[in-house]
């Protein structure tokens, strides 16, 4: 079975200063992870995905997220913020085998200040 | 070209009533996937596709919930008897193929569903 913890449900950054989204998964199999980025009354778009090839990995608009086996962590980070960046973040788990093991995190909402 | 439509964007509805939501993935992708996404909350599973495969009903929360699909394209997720507790958007996604396989979602807009 997958789960998937995001740590904080609101985090609050100035614009220009570094993001960081935590989330811990828990996965029987080697899992694939996803994080989805949901602007106001749009759809779910994917950032990036981790898929067993290389660790770090670089998504779009500037974010990436590091795959850690040993910490089961999969946090998402972008280097400077900009006032685009203010949505609700998921981060996403999904089986090997089976897809109804497929587990959406609860969201990050992401404020950014001026 | 074109992504995942999703129809109506709104509906409201009186308790009791049944509801036809519909989804039109992208041609090609043979995985289709809905979701419920509740006000402040992250999205619930309910049911997919997979090709011509029995689809995965496990997420459905109860019986009033059905789906099909036709002709391996268009689902329609139908609600009967809609209680105020359904309340919620409806996403629907696709893929390629399964996303165990590493093979990311494409959503639509969603309905957001109002049971008054």
């Known amino acids: 079975a997958q789960s998937v913890t995001q740590l904080d449900s609101h985090v609050s950054v100035s614009e220009g200063t570094p993001v960081l989204l935590r989330c811990n998964y828990s996965s029987s199999y080697s899992p694939s992870l996803f994080w989805y980025v949901q602007h106001p009354n749009k759809g779910l778009q994917l950032l990036l995905k981790y898929t067993s090839a290389a660790t770090l990995v670089k998504g779009i608009n500037g974010f990436e997220a590091e795959f850690k086996k040993s910490e089961t962590s999969f946090h998402l980070t972008k280097p400077s913020a900009h006032m685009s960046d203010a949505a609700e973040y998921f981060c996403?788990?999904?089986?090997?085998?089976?897809?109804?093991?497929?587990?959406f995190g609860a969201g990050t909402r992401l404020t950014v200040k001026p | 070209g074109a992504g995942v439509s999703q129809s109506p964007s709104n509906k409201v509805t009186e308790k009791g009533k049944d509801v036809e939501l519909r989804c039109d993935p992208i041609?090609?992708?043979?995985?289709l996937y809905w979701y419920r996404q509740s006000l402040g909350q992250g999205l619930e599973f309910l049911i997919y596709f997979q090709g011509n495969s029995a689809p995965d009903k496990s997420g459905l929360p109860s019986d009033r919930f059905s789906a099909e699909r036709t002709g391996g394209s268009v689902s329609t997720l139908t609600i009967q008897r809609t209680q105020q507790e359904d309340s919620a958007v409806y996403l629907c996604?696709?893929?390629?193929?399964?996303?165990?396989?590493?093979?990311?979602?494409?959503f639509g807009p969603g309905t957001r569903l109002t049971v008054t």
């Open positions: 996403v788990v999904s089986g090997a085998y089976n897809n109804n093991d497929m587990r």
């Open positions: 996604a696709s893929s390629l193929a399964l996303t165990s396989g590493g093979y990311e979602q494409y």
């Open positions: 041609s090609g992708h043979t995985a």
